[in-house]
């Protein structure tokens, strides 16, 4: 590990006052690496070997953005301010930008709306999804909310910063992979038709005698994701078969990158996209609400989820298996909305339906 993680609990952002009780140090937490993005842009070697350490064995870390990233640390706390903004509006209000019947993810999600587990208990958080191509105007506007309409430029700016971490992310592990310059990258263009998005969350203190799953356990569905939280609940389950459920403790300064279900099946199982969940916060964190600023990146609408050719570092598929032939766009669009009761109602209970890339998060490299 290149450096154990800090134990300062703070905002992600120089620009954004807040307090908050601090995080515990009597819950288990996860063995991510902290790695820094300085470092991995002028490729020194040890910093690489932990990156790639990281997206082989557990497919999460810690980035330390101070330096190099502060504008996107700027621009993130500039975000949760608006993400405040955002959720306090009216409910009936909020769910006038729910666009699900239109067969997308993008815009809200209100709390209640996803089955989070086989026992059919409901999720516990409000989200609102901001498409990449919209903001950058290759496709339709879509209808927002003045309080976003009104922060487009923002959003945009934010959207390119976290672009061009997941860059460097791709670049290096296209370079791991002795793929051919370029291979994953060409997949993933900032001016391509694709899902990428930002998405806003909040999830309110639960219950005393009724706290479960704000977000059940899931991949995520697309390649790279680029997270800023404040607040403990996000939880990984380490693979192997006898791991247990572990805290990702937030760090001042820092992003928490992980590998999506894309990348997974670009590789064949060589890197991995683990299963993660979000619960009440730990500790004296129980009663406070819970808001995140993430950065969704997927490969663009028409590239097939499979195997990729010109490595001999990709593990090859057993004899006789045939590869799913699934565009990245339906991938999203089944795994985002599968699990929506008012579009599948009971079948939504049907994880099989919906399901990523668990099975092989769990496997022991």
């Known amino acids: 590990m290149s450096s154990s993680p800090a134990d300062t609990v703070a905002a992600t952002s120089k620009s954004s006052e807040f307090t908050q009780p601090p995080f515990p140090d009597n819950v288990p937490t996860a063995p991510l690496?902290?790695?820094?993005?300085?470092?991995?842009?002028?490729?020194?070697?040890?910093?690489?070997?932990?990156?790639t350490r990281a997206c082989e064995d557990l497919g999460f870390f810690y980035l330390d953005l101070?330096?190099?990233?502060?504008?996107?640390?700027?621009?993130?706390?500039?975000?949760?301010?608006?993400?405040?903004?955002?959720?306090?509006?009216?409910?009936?209000?909020?769910?006038?930008?729910?666009?699900?019947?239109?067969?997308?993810?993008?815009?809200?999600?209100?709390?209640?709306a996803n089955i989070a587990d086989k026992d059919g208990n409901l999720d516990r958080n409000e989200f609102y999804n901001v498409g990449k191509d919209d903001i950058f105007e290759l496709c339709p506007k879509w209808p927002a909310p003045d309080v976003l309409e009104s922060r487009r430029s923002l959003i945009k700016t934010f959207m390119?910063?976290?672009?061009?971490?997941?860059?460097?992310?791709?670049?290096?592990?296209?370079?791991?992979l002795s793929l051919p310059t370029g291979t994953?990258?060409?997949?993933?263009?900032?001016?391509?038709?694709?899902?990428?998005?930002?998405?806003?969350?909040?999830?309110?203190?639960q219950p005393q005698d009724d706290r479960s799953i704000a977000l059940g356990e899931h991949t995520d569905f697309g390649s790279v994701t680029v997270l800023f939280n404040r607040l403990g609940g996000l939880q990984i389950l380490p693979p192997g078969q006898d791991a247990e459920w572990c805290y990702v403790k937030p760090l001042q300064g820092h992003a928490i990158i992980n590998l999506g279900d894309a990348l997974v099946k670009f590789t064949n199982g060589l890197l991995r996209s683990n299963i993660h969940r979000v619960v009440s916060?730990?500790?004296?964190?129980?009663?406070?609400?819970?808001?995140?600023?993430?950065?969704f990146n997927r490969p663009e609408d028409h590239v097939i989820l499979r195997r990729l050719a010109n490595?001999?570092?990709?593990?090859?598929?057993?004899?006789?298996?045939?590869?799913?032939?699934v565009t990245s766009k339906d991938w999203i669009i089944r795994r985002a909305l599968g699990s929506r009761i008012s579009l599948h109602g009971k079948d939504a209970l049907d994880f099989s339906l919906h399901r990523g890339t668990e099975a092989i998060s769990q496997r022991a490299h």
């Open 33 to 51: 690496l902290r790695l820094s993005l300085g470092k991995l842009m002028n490729r020194e070697a040890d910093e690489v070997s932990q990156f």
């Open 66 to 112: 101070r330096g190099p990233g502060d504008a996107i640390l700027e621009q993130s706390g500039k975000l949760f301010d608006v993400g405040n903004e955002l959720f306090d509006l009216p409910l009936q209000e909020k769910k006038k930008y729910n666009f699900e019947k239109f067969n997308s993810y993008l815009g809200y999600k209100h709390m209640g």
């Open 160 to 176: 390119a910063s976290a672009y061009s971490i997941v860059s460097l992310v791709l670049e290096l592990l296209n370079d791991h």
């Open 184 to 205: 994953l990258q060409s997949m993933h263009r900032l001016e391509g038709h694709g899902g990428d998005q930002v998405r806003f969350i909040k999830a309110p203190p």
């Open 281 to 295: 916060p730990p500790g004296e964190q129980v009663n406070c609400t819970r808001y995140s600023l993430v950065y």
């Open 311 to 325: 490595s001999d570092r990709i593990p090859r598929l057993p004899d006789g298996v045939v590869e799913e032939e």
